[in-house]
């Protein structure tokens, strides 16, 4: 069958396919223009009892017309309901109603669909520029019009915390916006290579929004499995990860780079802290992305200080890279998006789609709760055929409480090539 659009507020619904949707539609649509045809040929084709009283009569025929004409109205606007109800139930979300009250100015302008001045794009197809904003943005619409109010062309508010909100409720990607973002003065950077390592200033980051002001704060703080004591590059472990091992988990990074195959020129760290991954790498001339939010420190930041490369990018988003094109990907307990075996899934697919066939997928202390996580991690690796060229299943003394252990994985799996 071919597609029905019907214009729905501000966007527009579209059914596509043999469906028993697309059926319910025709049959709908074919229902009103029938009933709207009957009633207008009753209307103006019945003749009257009394021909005495022709303005009375034509009266009457008005009323009554106007009585159907409304009535037909009803109709269609239930039909419209049942349509948008029917997008709800078969999108599985709502569109974004900016008809709705308080809704901040620049977020409809932001959203509003500009057609192409030239009209129909030859090589797209497309006859207009719409603008992206995530789907589940519609069950925040009060922190998304608090963040899109704003003066045009002056300061931003200092809320980067209620953007990554917006992002952690799956609010991605968030609407451009026409203010100036708030600068800190980046005094004192380093030269690359000396900013991989060196300590820099407390001024140079932006605390805003988070419980530490400063780096002594934070290195006293555990703010993850794999990061505690992190902003230390000058003491601690940090200086040491990846080139000496505290256990059998813990890979070096030359003895890794040494199972790849094609040589290793681009990576990809999934979660990476403060950037330590990306840093080692950079030292042996191989350029790495890291992807990352700021949870409960200005990470990324952190890492852009060092001269290395940072994503701000929540794990439920699509990579913004093309298929096959880094030569490694790096991920630790960052891969764990909340404990859901279908969030995991749609990121391992997605990891899989951007590492390119001969590349080297490496997982770095994994953390198991249970025996049954551990089962199930290993199943969905076992799917994407991958060699395991390292595989080791450890334990850790486990800090909440003596005599007790955490279980982990470390693996580095080859990708293989799919005719």
Request: with cysteine.
């Amino acid at each position: 069958m071919g597609s029905v659009s019907l214009k729905i507020g501000d966007g527009t619904a579209r059914f596509r396919g043999a469906s028993l949707c697309s059926s319910a539609v025709n049959v709908l649509m074919l229902f009103s223009v029938l009933t709207t045809n009957l009633f207008a040929l009753y209307a103006f084709t019945s003749s009257p009892k009394n021909q005495a009283h022709p303005t009375e009569h034509t009266h009457k025929n008005m009323s009554f017309i106007s009585e159907q004409v409304s009535l037909i109205i009803r109709e269609i606007e239930s039909s419209q309901k049942k349509l948008s109800q029917m997008e709800k139930e078969i999108l599985g979300y709502e569109s974004i109603d900016l008809s709705r009250p308080n809704t901040a100015i620049e977020l409809k302008l932001f959203l509003q669909r500009h057609q192409l001045p030239l009209g129909k794009d030859s090589k797209t197809g497309i006859t207009e520029m719409v603008a992206s904003v995530g789907h589940s943005c519609e069950k925040s619409m009060d922190l998304l019009s608090q963040y899109m109010t704003y003066k045009v062309s002056g300061a931003c508010p200092d809320d980067w915390s209620l953007a990554q909100r917006l992002i952690l409720r799956g609010c991605e990607p968030l609407p451009r916006r026409r203010c100036f973002a708030k600068t800190v003065p980046k005094v004192g950077l380093h030269p690359f290579p000396i900013s991989l390592w060196k300590p820099f200033s407390d001024k140079i980051m932006s605390w805003s929004g988070l419980g530490c002001k400063n780096f002594d704060c934070l290195n006293s703080k555990k703010l993850g499995k794999d990061c505690v004591g992190c902003f230390d590059l000058a003491n601690g472990y940090e200086n040491q990860r990846f080139v000496k091992a505290r256990g059998k988990n813990d890979f070096l990074i030359d003895d890794v780079l040494a199972l790849g195959s094609g040589g290793t020129r681009i990576g990809f760290d999934i979660g990476g802290g403060s950037g330590t991954f990306a840093a080692r790498m950079a030292e042996r001339n191989v350029t790495v992305v890291t992807a990352t939010l700021n949870v409960d420190a200005p990470i990324n930041e952190f890492i852009a200080a060092r001269g290395l490369f940072p994503l701000y990018l929540s794990l439920d988003h699509r990579f913004p890279f093309y298929d096959n094109v880094f030569d490694i990907v790096h991920a630790a307990s960052g891969l764990d998006v909340g404990g859901l075996p279908e969030k995991l899934e749609f990121l391992m697919f997605d990891m899989d789609r951007v590492l390119r066939a001969g590349g080297l997928f490496w997982l770095d202390n994994y953390y198991c709760a249970t025996e049954d996580k551990k089962k199930a991690l290993t199943r969905l690796i076992e799917r994407f055929g991958y060699k395991k060229l390292k595989w080791v299943v450890g334990e850790k003394a486990d800090a909440a409480g003596p005599g007790k252990s955490e279980v982990y994985v470390s693996a580095v799996l080859q990708k293989p090539v799919r005719v």
